[in-house]
């Protein structure tokens, strides 16, 4: 008689101890097909580590100042040369201006802006653009360039990223996203995004922002070269950097979008709902330290997202006024929910819709 193991139970075991889940751990909940269980564990772990009925989303705006780039990431459908006619720079001014303009339509509370690398504006043009949205918007959080864009930054004015981050923080930088991470693996990182800088610039810009008081956040692009130990791996350094800073304010797990890129050529395809939800419940798991699991309904479609809410994510992420680089991947989501149809969305999957800021203070509940 074959007798089925429940590869999950030492795990459950360590999850109702409250123990750390270690690297195997990690490979084994990825292994794993019993989904459900999955997601069953990763909503006990958030509840036993203080979470309650409540999904998060915020109001924002989100800007890209350019699209010029010259990283050349594979996965990118997003980046163009300056030579190409559909390429842009805004100014401040031009910023300032759309920013004021979608204002008057929509209440968002922050401003979450990233763009391509581009070789063709200088430290000045940043500093400028960040100052002249503070003071356009002085009470909107500016939640403004992943760590790689920080690090281009550094190429063009010489300085220090300490150095760099000081200056931007000190015209109203509120925050960093969290792009820009991939996957940590030297070798992912060969393959999809040569270009782009080691891993370790990524960890060491962030770590750089908690200390000046600067939160941030972490994300992971899933779904295509890397293999169950490179996302496991992943996890773990960002769970290392938690425990060091402490300022990680929530992870963000980005499906691949192949639509678009190289990939679409050789016939990739996206992610399947159960891998998204996996990934979500195993980070959940892994990430003991890091407070928010967001479920990105731009990428997953708000359905999906609904239910990653009992898989252990705790945020659906925004309202999002515009999107451009995963709809320029092919995301097909709406580009703007309503508020009422997330609210019911999240009600109707049995949590209470929270409005929040970006740091997670509460603005509105729906009970
Ligand atoms: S992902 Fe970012 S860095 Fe890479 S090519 Fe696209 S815009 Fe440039």
Same mark, same amino acid.
């Given at each position: 008689?074959? =007798?089925?193991?429940?590869?999950? *139970?030492?795990?459950?075991?360590?999850?109702?101890?409250? +123990?750390?889940?270690?690297? *195997?751990?990690?490979?084994?909940?990825?292994? &794993?097909?019993? #989904?459900?269980?999955?997601?069953?564990?990763?909503?006990?772990?958030?509840?036993?580590?203080?979470?309650?009925?409540?999904?998060?989303?915020? @109001?924002?705006?989100?800007?890209? @100042?350019?699209?010029?780039?010259?990283?050349?990431?594979?996965?990118?459908?997003?980046?163009?040369?300056?030579?190409?006619?559909?390429?842009?720079?805004?100014?401040?001014? *031009?910023?300032?201006?759309?920013? #004021?303009?979608?204002?008057?339509?929509?209440?968002?509370? +922050?401003?979450?802006?990233?763009?391509?690398?581009?070789?063709?504006?200088?430290?000045?043009?940043?500093?400028?653009?960040?100052?002249?949205?503070?003071?356009?918007?002085?009470?909107?959080?500016?939640?403004?360039?992943?760590?790689?864009?920080?690090?281009?930054?550094?190429?063009?004015?010489?300085?220090?990223? !300490?150095?760099?981050?000081?200056?931007?923080?000190?015209?109203?930088?509120? &925050?960093?996203?969290?792009?820009? $991470?991939?996957?940590?693996? %030297?070798?992912?990182?060969?393959?999809?995004?040569?270009?782009?800088?080691?891993? !370790?610039?990524?960890?060491?810009?962030?770590?750089?922002?908690? %200390?000046?008081?600067?939160?941030?956040?972490?994300?992971?692009?899933?779904?295509?070269? *890397?293999?169950?130990?490179?996302?496991?791996?992943?996890?773990?350094?960002?769970?290392?950097? @938690?425990?060091?800073?402490?300022?990680?304010?929530?992870?963000?797990? #980005?499906?691949?979008?192949?639509?678009?890129?190289?990939?679409?050529?050789?016939?990739?395809?996206?992610?399947?709902?159960?891998?998204?939800?996996?990934?979500?419940? =195993?980070?959940?798991?892994? #990430?003991?330290?890091?407070?928010?699991?967001?479920?990105?309904?731009?990428?997953?479609?708000?359905?999906?997202?609904?239910?990653?809410?009992?898989?252990?994510?705790?945020?659906?992420?925004?309202?999002?006024?515009?999107? @451009?680089?995963?709809? $320029?991947?092919?995301?097909?989501?709406?580009?703007?929910?309503?508020?009422?149809?997330?609210?019911?969305?999240? &009600?109707?999957?049995?949590?209470?819709?929270?409005?929040?800021?970006?740091?997670?203070?509460?603005?509105?509940?729906? +009970?």
């Amino acid at each position: 008689m074959v =007798v089925a193991v429940d590869t999950l *139970e030492p795990i459950r075991e360590k999850v109702e101890a409250g +123990e750390r889940l270690d690297f *195997e751990d990690g490979l084994a909940l990825f292994e &794993s097909d019993d #989904l459900l269980a999955l997601g069953e564990l990763a909503d006990r772990a958030r509840r036993l580590r203080g979470g309650a009925d409540e999904a998060y989303f915020v @109001q924002n705006l989100y800007l890209n @100042q350019t699209n010029v780039c010259r990283v050349k990431c594979k996965f990118c459908a997003f980046a163009v040369t300056q030579k190409q006619s559909d390429a842009y720079t805004y100014t401040g001014e *031009e910023l300032v201006e759309d920013a #004021l303009r979608q204002r008057e339509l929509t209440g968002f509370t +922050e401003i979450h802006m990233v763009g391509g690398e581009s070789p063709h504006v200088d430290f000045d043009y940043y500093v400028e653009i960040v100052r002249r949205l503070h003071e356009a918007l002085p009470d909107v959080h500016l939640k403004l360039f992943t760590a790689s864009e920080i690090h281009h930054m550094t190429k063009l004015s010489g300085l220090a990223h !300490e150095d760099v981050l000081r200056a931007l923080r000190d015209v109203g930088l509120g &925050s960093l996203p969290g792009g820009g $991470a991939e996957v940590f693996s %030297a070798r992912v990182r060969r393959l999809v995004a040569p270009g782009k800088e080691a891993p !370790e610039i990524w960890l060491e810009t962030h770590r750089t922002a908690h %200390a000046l008081g600067i939160p941030t956040h972490c994300t992971m692009l899933y779904g295509h070269v *890397e293999t169950y130990e490179e996302r496991v791996d992943h996890l773990l350094r960002l769970r290392a950097l @938690q425990d060091e800073t402490g300022g990680f304010l929530a992870f963000i797990p #980005l499906a691949f979008h192949p639509e678009n890129t190289v990939f679409e050529r050789r016939g990739w395809k996206h992610t399947a709902g159960s891998d998204d939800l996996k990934l979500i419940a =195993v980070s959940r798991l892994l #990430l003991d330290n890091i407070a928010h699991v967001k479920a990105y309904w731009i990428m997953m479609g708000m359905p999906l997202a609904a239910v990653a809410l009992h898989f252990g994510a705790d945020d659906v992420q925004g309202t999002v006024v515009r999107e @451009q680089i995963f709809h $320029a991947a092919g995301a097909r989501t709406e580009t703007e929910q309503k508020i009422d149809e997330l609210v019911r969305h999240v &009600s109707d999957a049995g949590r209470i819709p929270v409005q929040r800021d970006t740091l997670y203070n509460e603005l509105r509940r729906w +009970e």
